[in-house]
């Protein structure tokens, strides 16, 4: 009987080192950081006003994202002017987004980047402080399954 029992325990404990471990729960996506992060309850509700949401988590994207405290600094007519024009609103959002991954490190070596918008933003780099469409990056390489997010600290509005 003991001698059953410790085959048991040792086969049991040869399953359990030889098993797979549980996968990890899947990386979240650019939405879902952002929602995580707090500090883009704006942007996250404008995207999906705009329709945008859905996208933003599948495609493979790279977010130049305004904070709250940067849509603070957008006039109320603004703001309200966009929410009344969703094609606005898309065109504007679209004007932060580029498609395809752009690291930190290759977007330093660019001086400007096609959005999903159709129209190319301009970057600029100053030592270490890189601007996106005058825009201040304050934070770089938010990493997300999808994609990645740089935070800025002003909302990009295209050129007319």
Known sequence: MR??????????ACVAA??????AAAKPNVVQVAVKAGQFKTLVMLAKKAGLAGALSTKTVTVFAPTDAAFAKVPKATLNALLADK???????LYHV??????SAKAATLSSAKTLAGQSVPI???GTTVRVGGAKVVKADVDARNGVIHVIDRVLIPPA
């Open 3 to 12: 001698r059953l029992a410790l085959v048991l325990v040792l086969g049991a």
């Open 18 to 23: 030889t098993a797979r471990p549980a996968p």
């Open 87 to 93: 094609a606005k609103l898309r065109h504007v959002l």
């Open 98 to 103: 580029v498609a395809g991954r752009v690291p």
């Open 124 to 126: 600029a780099v100053s």
